[in-house]
């Protein structure tokens, strides 16, 4: 099984294709690749924050993110609710 780490397509059998590589997985599992603005009062600026420190800033696993976005949406967005 490759380890690319590529964003993988649902092929609606069951079967999920890796776009780099173009191999087929009967699973997933998933990243987070979370994208936000920080600022103060002079300014702001947006960053990406990859999944080791997406999880830590959640405080969730992607897993968790990922399962909640699929059946909770509710929870999902309360997730990621910043105040």
Excluded: H
Excluded at 28 to 46: A, P, V
Aim: proline letters at 2%; a neutral charge.
């Amino acid at each position: 099984q490759a380890k690319c780490n590529k964003k993988v397509i649902d092929e609606k059998n069951g079967q999920y294709r890796c776009e780099k590589c173009k191999a087929v997985f009967p699973n997933f599992k998933y990243k987070l690749l979370l994208k936000m603005s920080i600022g103060d009062c002079t300014s702001s600026r947006w960053v990406t924050c990859f999944n080791d420190l997406a999880e830590q800033l959640l405080g969730r696993s992607a897993q968790e993110i990922g399962d909640a976005m699929d059946n909770n949406p509710t929870e999902a967005e309360e997730i990621f609710q910043f105040y």
